[in-house]
């Protein structure tokens, strides 16, 4: 009888060991299709699930969903999931949207998680908080892959555009602009995101790096835009009533809010920097002999379906690295060409960056416009 219960003792622990051990495993890179899915950094690691045969059940679970850039994003998503190079790889496929309560969307991924779905794409509303969910994940071995507002942790695969750099540039950019004009001093309107993310906090931070370092005297009026169009123009208008007029604006979405701002107070046009919608790109075209010149840097939509494609490749077992890095698609106002990098013919809130060569990735616009931005 004792060496019974205890056999069957060893037995459990196995079992719980196996289970403990469940999720990814750090292994040695390099990893798969590397020209596509690029290491962060030399310092980043490699992840490897257990492979297991498709077609996969995905979801795509948003959270904020109040803005232009997030509902591209989930038409993106809709559009990819047809395409020729993924749909047989997919057997069921939902996108949710659940607003910026991180305990909604935490429960939603955990509800996919109990359904049996194998993947699950994420915007996180918060850098942090999502450890329980993690580890139902890893032990019931469903591949998790933040993108975009991505997590501060290494525990999964993620996928996103250097915000930090993409602030640095922003403020770079502005500053190379005002020095041309002999002005190493002045007062700067930021305009950052939706509060709480980590693109927002990283944006703002190598925004304000480059302007310490410059060793220039400059007034930063900060204000909350939420990369919304509608929301930018207002908080903008409402800045430079109380303000008065700015030297350069340093803007992170919303930009074609921000532009009609200017245009609205009959502000003089500045140096300026933002993202990458097509009606900002049109306004830098339209308006830099007026002294528009701006940089438009494109944290693309797109990257739901780069994120989708490693949530794939992860699930038939390739060697993933933890933090895949997808380059910054820059246009400055002396670069921008029409019908190349911006379309006169398509709306002001499109964004314009939806090509990934490297990763097979061509999302057409009229596809992407075809879709909606309800949950599915």
């Known amino acids: 009888m004792i060496k019974r219960v205890l056999a069957m003792s060893v037995a459990g622990l196995a079992m719980s060991c196996a289970v403990a051990m469940a999720g990814p495993t750090v292994v040695n890179g390099p990893g798969a299709n590397p020209s596509c899915f690029a290491q962060w950094s030399p310092d980043t690691k490699f992840l490897q699930w257990e492979k297991r045969e498709g077609p996969f059940k995905l979801a795509v679970v948003n959270g904020f969903v109040g803005n232009g850039w997030r509902i591209q994003m989930v038409k993106t998503?809709?559009?990819?999931?047809?395409?020729?190079?993924?749909?047989?790889?997919?057997?069921?496929?939902?996108?949710?949207?659940?607003?910026?309560?991180?305990?909604?969307?935490?429960?939603?991924?955990?509800?996919?998680?109990?359904?049996?779905?194998?993947?699950?794409?994420?915007?996180?509303?918060?850098?942090?908080g999502f450890d329980r969910v993690i580890r139902l994940a890893d032990k019931n071995n469903v591949v998790i892959v933040p993108f975009d507002n991505v997590l501060d942790t290494d525990k999964v695969m993620q996928v996103n555009e250097n915000q930090l750099e993409m602030g640095r540039m922003y403020a770079s950019h502005v500053l190379g602009e005002l020095g041309k004009l002999g002005k190493t001093s002045g007062k700067l309107l930021e305009v950052r995101g939706l509060a709480g993310n980590s693109v927002d906090r990283d944006r703002s931070l190598g925004i304000h790096q480059v302007l310490d370092e410059s060793g220039g005297d400059w007034e930063v009026i900060s204000v909350v835009g939420n990369w919304d169009d509608g929301t930018a123009q207002k908080v903008v208008a409402d800045a430079i009533a109380v303000h008065?007029?700015?030297?350069?604006?340093?803007?992170?979405?919303?930009?074609?809010?921000?532009?009609?701002?200017?245009?609205?107070?009959?502000?003089?046009?500045?140096?300026?920097?933002?993202?990458?919608?097509?009606?900002?790109?049109?306004?830098?075209?339209?308006?830099?002999?007026?002294?528009?010149?701006?940089?438009?840097?494109?944290?693309?939509?797109?990257?739901?379906?780069?994120?989708?494609?490693?949530?794939?490749?992860?699930?038939?077992?390739?060697?993933?690295?933890?933090?895949?890095?997808?380059?910054?698609?820059?246009?400055?106002?002396?670069?921008?060409?029409?019908?190349?990098?911006?379309?006169?013919?398509?709306?002001?809130?499109?964004?314009?960056?939806?090509?990934?060569?490297?990763?097979g990735v061509n999302i057409s616009g009229p596809s992407i416009m075809a879709q909606t931005k309800d949950d599915s």
């Not at 809709?78 to 057997?91: G, L, N, Q, T, V």
């Not at 949207?97 to 194998?118: K, P």
């Open 77 to 128: 998503a809709k559009a990819f999931a047809e395409d020729p190079s993924i749909k047989d790889k997919i057997s069921e496929f939902k996108v949710v949207s659940t607003g910026t309560d991180a305990a909604v969307q935490l429960g939603a991924i955990e509800d996919f998680i109990n359904q049996g779905y194998d993947a699950i794409v994420t915007i996180a509303v918060a850098p942090d």
């Open 244 to 359: 008065g007029t700015f030297d350069g604006v340093v803007a992170q979405g919303g930009t074609n809010g921000v532009v009609q701002a200017l245009l609205d107070t009959d502000h003089p046009m500045v140096p300026m920097s933002g993202e990458s919608e097509n009606g900002y790109r049109k306004a830098l075209a339209k308006y830099a002999d007026e002294g528009l010149k701006g940089i438009s840097i494109g944290q693309s939509p797109g990257l739901v379906a780069i994120s989708m494609k490693a949530a794939i490749s992860a699930l038939e077992g390739n060697v993933m690295p933890q933090l895949i890095s997808v380059p910054l698609p820059v246009a400055t106002y002396d670069e921008l060409e029409d019908g190349l990098n911006y379309w006169s013919d398509l709306p002001d809130n499109f964004f314009t960056v939806n090509e990934f060569p490297p990763c």
